[in-house]
Nanobody
């Protein structure tokens, strides 16, 4: 069974940090490019961060460049998103998915990240 399960969403004050994790099972994770997405209330789903199969290439949306870091551990089938200097505009439901900048396969259920004073 192909599955992506994420965790780590929470409420945090502006300027704070959170780390999201996503564990994969049921497919060849190490051969899959992965992407983090988010959807804020009333807005369309937005690409956040991409990482290549081996983790050697990463890309970030301009709005999170320099604040978010995507990484992966293929030995553990884990995907991560370190989010620093969080801003209220980062408030959204975040999810991970198989794909290179777009959803091309399985996706996780989503976790709420709320940034407010």
């Amino acid at each position: 069974q192909v599955q992506l399960v994420e965790s780590g969403g929470d409420w945090v004050q502006p300027g704070g940090s959170l780390k999201l994790s996503c564990v994969a099972s049921g497919f060849d994770f190490s051969s899959s490019p992965m992407t983090w997405f988010r959807q804020a209330p009333g807005k369309e789903t937005e690409y956040v961060s991409f990482i290549s199969r081996a983790g050697s290439i990463t890309r970030h949306h301009p709005s999170v460049e320099g604040r978010f870091t995507v990484s992966r551990d293929n030995e553990k089938n884990m995907l991560y998103l370190q989010m620093d200097d969080l801003k209220p505009d980062d408030t959204a439901v975040y999810f991970c998915a198989v794909g290179a900048g777009k959803i091309e396969g399985a996706r996780s259920q989503g976790t709420q990240v709320t940034v407010s004073a």
